[in-house]
C-alpha cells in the first residue's frame, strides 16, 4: 500500500521482495512462523553518527604533521580530513591556507553489555541527545587535539552537519556474543531469509554482511528464488 495524491492505493503482486530492514518484516507479515520471526528480529542495526566541519583551513593539521586521529574514549571516535577527490570543475583543497572538510564519526554504545543491547543503547542515545550537545563536543574535542597546531574552534569551524543515523549498519555477528557462530550452528539470517509463500527478503540485514556487495548478493538470490516460483 502507498499514499499518492493524498489517496490510499493497494498494489496486489504474484511475488514481493521485502528489502526492507529485517527487524520490521515480523510487523508487516504476522503470518511468518514464530521461529523466521524471532530469527528476522536478531537484526539489530548499528547506530552511526557521521558528522562534517567545515574549517577555513587545515593549517593546524599541516603543523601537527598529522591527517587523521584516532580518538579511543573520547565522544568522537576519530576524525580525519577530507579525502581529496576531483569532480568536473571542483578540485580539492591541497594548500594548508584553503577550506576544507574534516569528518568526525561516533557510534554510540553502552560498554560492557551485549552487542545488540549496545545498538539498542546508542539509538536512544541519538534520540535523547541535542545538537547542541553535540556541537559542544566538536569544538572541544578539536580544540583539545588540534589547539597545539593553532587550531582555534571559535575562529576556524565555519559550518556543522550532524547526520544521525539510527539505523546504520547491518548487525555483523560477533564470537564474544553470538556463539552459533563458533558452533557451526545455522545463524538467524539464514533462517530469516528463507522464501515464505511468494515473500522473499532480501537487504544486507539478509546475511548479517554491512556493505553494498552484500546487499547487491542478496537482492540477487531473492530475485532468483522468485523467478523459481
Known amino acids: 500500500m502507498y499514499v499518492r495524491g493524498g489517496a490510499l492505493h493497494k498494489v496486489r503482486a504474484k511475488t514481493c521482495i521485502m528489502a526492507c530492514w529485517s527487524a520490521v518484516i515480523p510487523h508487516l ?5 514464530e ?34 586521529v584516532s580518538c579511543p574514549g573520547s565522544y568522537w571516535h576519530s ?21 576544507i572538510v574534516v569528518n568526525l564519526s561516533r557510534v554510540p554504545c553502552d560498554p560492557g553489555r551485549p552487542a545488540r543491547d549496545q545498538h539498542r543503547a546508542g539509538r536512544q542515545e541519538l534520540l535523547d541527545t541535542p545538537f547542541q550537545h553535540m556541537e559542544q563536543k566538536i569544538r572541544e574535542q578539536m580544540a583539545r587535539v588540534l589547539g597545539p597546531g593553532g587550531f582555534d574552534p571559535a575562529k576556524d569551524i565555519r559550518a556543522i552537519t550532524v547526520n544521525r ?11 564474544l556474543f553470538d556463539p552459533f557462530w563458533l558452533e557451526g ?7 530469516a531469509r528463507r522464501p515464505f509463500g511468494r515473500i522473499f527478503v532480501a537487504n544486507s540485514d539478509a546475511d548479517a554482511y554491512a556493505y553494498t556487495d552484500c546487499a547487491i548478493d542478496q537482492a540477487h538470490r531473492a530475485v532468483t528464488e522468485a523467478l523459481a516460483v
Open 29 to 33: 507479515c504476522r503470518e511468518m512462523p
Open 185 to 191: 550452528k545455522e545463524p538467524p539470517c539464514v533462517r
Open 79 to 99: 576524525m580525519r580530513l577530507d579525502v581529496p577527490v576531483n569532480v568536473g570543475g571542483f578540485a580539492c583543497a591541497t594548500d594548508p591556507s584553503q577550506p
Open 165 to 175: 543515523w539510527p539505523h546504520g549498519y547491518a548487525y555483523q555477528y560477533n564470537a
Open 35 to 68: 521461529a523466521q520471526r524471532e530469527a528476522l528480529a536478531f537484526a539489530v542495526k548499528v547506530p552511526l553518527v557521521y558528522t562534517s566541519v567545515f574549517v577555513r583551513n587545515w593549517q593546524a593539521w599541516k603543523t601537527l604533521g598529522v591527517r587523521a
